[in-house]
């Protein structure tokens, strides 16, 4: 912010000044061209006989000012009954897009007004992305924004961080009117009418109406995040699966949980600011009047409920995604269970084979040593059969991988030994 500040009072030519997390600029009306590559600039300032700018005397003035008569502590204190609504004569000559708005007064109330009340365009910088814009034109609200947005500090870091597109803008358009006849501020259909220029009771809407400007970016970034993932429920329901890739699924849930982190992390500058506790706690009432007629605690409530229903949404995919992953870690694993047995029962034939060829060929070598052991022993077919029948035996325990010798001679040897 002070980096913004330095900005705006050398190239723009502009009064400044911090309030917390907000700055307050005030630019000389009519506004000249810019130098340097730059679009506007304030006209110079007035300076009074005492040496002082006029617009330094003014802002001294305000904050001396005793904010104490309890503004909007009823709601009739600032609303305005139906039949009483804004006069034709009391209509915006001029209106133009920004979080706030100009409307000149008429000649009748110009007239009983501070002199320079519409001599100054008032600029309120908020530190969270949102600036509010008092008595511009809708073209010295753009290029006082393009200066802004595109121009950087003497470090090289741009004034503004991660900007929108022009089409992400978000908008909020009131009116104002200066009206000495009341006893108190009032705000009416979106129309704010005020008793004087006092730049401490539009800090004051201005803190309301930044916050409310910045809610609506939010909502406006749910509805479309669950514009995208209403079917997702109803494909559900109707055909009990999610339909979707891996890769889409995981960025839904990016988008669910970005929408959900931005929230949590602005909750704080949705709260009250600092600056009426610390500072101004007279303005208050006011500031909670204007929020409460922008209906930002009931949004923000709302907000809430979509993010759990957003939360609950994103369990179901991240379960989907489990449930797919773990599903295909089991086929996995049965095909490499089913390959596993194949192998195992073609080894076991392959041996058996093998095993079989080589029994035959044992058996035609073993006959003339039966005979031989027949002639000179006297065991004759008996000692044979004999031997025969424990090689039966001993032939089937290779199918359990036990491993026995086949050869005759060994066999012939345990038995005649």
Known sequence: MKGLAQFVKTQHNARTKLYDDCLYCVYHLPLLPGNDGYRVRSSPALKSPGGKTVLDEEIERNE????????????????????????????????????????DSTDEFASRVAPDALAFGELFVFSYGVAV???FTAKQERDILADLTFSTLS??????????????????EFHFE???????????????????????????????????????LFEEGMARTMLAAQYVPRRLALTG??????????????????????????????????????SEPTLHPLYTAVREYLEIKPRIQV???????FLDLGEILSDSISDKKMTRITMIIIFLIVISICVTCLEVILRFAILSKRGKV??????????????????????????????AVAGPTLLFGRMVGWGFGRVKGAVLG
């Open 64 to 103: 001396r000012r005793e904010h104490s008569e309890g503004y909007f502590e009823d709601t009739e204190e600032y609303s305005v009954p139906h039949e009483e609504g804004p006069s034709p004569s009391r209509s915006p000559d001029r209106r133009s897009p920004g979080s706030g708005s100009r409307t």
């Open 133 to 135: 814009f008092w008595n």
């Open 155 to 172: 470090t090289g870091i741009t004034l503004a961080t991660r900007p929108l597109d022009e089409d992400d803008f978000e908008t909020e």
């Open 178 to 216: 200066y009206n000495p006849d009341i006893q108190r501020p009032r705000v009416y259909n979106d129309m704010i009418t005020l008793k004087s220029g006092d730049h401490m009771i539009k800090l004051a809407m201005s803190h309301a109406i930044a916050q409310s400007t910045k809610l609506s």
């Open 241 to 278: 699966k999610l339909g979707m890739r891996r890769t889409d699924v995981v960025k839904m849930i990016g988008q669910l949980f970005t929408s959900r982190v931005d929230v949590n992390l602005s909750s704080n500058m949705l709260d009250t600011p600092n600056f009426f506790w610390d």
């Open 303 to 309: 907000l809430n409920e979509r993010c759990r229903v």
């Open 362 to 391: 044992g058996v035609g070598a073993g006959d003339g040593e039966m005979a031989y052991a027949d002639g000179n022993g006297g065991m004759g077919g008996m000692g044979v059969d004999m031997v025969m029948r424990r090689s």
